[in-house]
């Protein structure tokens, strides 16, 4: 399963039924789990570990330093999950001594073409990034959230779970659970509920409803009250868990910034 061209490192950890094409670049302190797949021309290095049944496509480069001018050659990682999809020429780089030490892509991702995975960047399962995406340093994406293609995420900017981000769009700031953010040619705004995406993942016309409620409510005055706004929903909410990951984003950081609608009448 190994072609005679790769190229494995001696203290690599190798699991069973691995394949490794030709021309392939495994470093010393890699982890391949088992059932991995890794084309030909792609170079794996630094402390990584690639989970069960990840399929790993040509010319993907992992694991290599961050491009951050304080790294000086620390030891930082790069762990990701099982059953992800990492295709053509896509890069996903370590972590940083100054924030967490580690970049961490979580179970069933799909990676598209050239798509970017940033120092310090912590990805939830089953999260897609279409071709081109790019994430900054310290960002976050939740689970289920899809970053559409050529669009481009700012520094420490958090995605919330099930969220859309419509392509060649730039998030200058944190998008809200469930939320569709959409800005071509423009900075990033809220269109409304990623309705579409609920559905798809069986949400009930009930938990859509509630969602797209609790949204009004939180944008339903002065962007200064959100904080103190979503404090009294989580009282009213806090046994129903959609809407409490949904508060919770906004409390767990409240400094930070929330991209709003453009219009908050067409929140819906």
Not at 5 to 28: H, L, M, R
Not at 45 to 70: E, L, R, V
Not at 167 to 179: A, N, R, S
Not at 188 to 209: M, P
């Amino acid at each position: 399963m190994i072609h005679p061209t790769a190229i494995i490192e001696d203290g690599a950890i190798i699991g069973q039924n691995v394949s490794v094409g030709p021309f392939s670049y495994i470093g010393k302190n890699v982890t391949l789990e088992e059932n991995v797949k890794v084309y030909a021309h792609v170079i794996i290095d630094g402390y990584t570990s690639i989970g069960t049944n990840t399929i790993i496509f040509p010319n993907a480069i992992i694991g290599m330093p961050p491009q951050d001018i304080k790294f000086k050659d620390e030891i930082t990682y790069v762990l990701i999950g099982k059953d992800c999809i990492i295709r053509e020429n896509v890069t996903i780089h370590s972590g940083t001594k100054q924030s967490k030490s580690v970049t961490k892509i979580g179970n069933n991702c799909f990676l598209m073409v050239d798509s970017h995975v940033a120092h310090d960047c912590e990805i939830g399962d089953n999260v897609i990034l279409i071709n081109q995406a790019t994430l900054a340093g310290h960002t976050t994406v939740g689970d289920y959230a899809i970053i559409g293609g050529l669009s481009a995420l700012h520094q420490h900017v958090r995605i919330g779970k099930h969220a859309f981000i419509a392509g060649m769009t730039g998030v200058e700031q944190d998008i809200l659970p469930y939320g569709l953010g959409k800005g071509i040619l423009r900075r990033c705004y809220l269109t409304g509920v990623n309705i579409t995406g609920l559905k798809r993942r069986n949400f009930s016309k009930e938990s859509i409803f509630l969602i797209q409620k609790v949204y009004k409510l939180i944008f339903d005055g002065p962007s200064s009250e959100i904080v103190d706004r979503a404090r009294s929903l989580s009282i009213e909410y806090k046994d129903i868990s959609e809407i409490n990951d949904l508060i919770q984003f906004i409390l767990e950081k409240p400094n930070r910034h929330i991209c709003h609608p453009n219009d908050k009448s067409i929140i819906k």
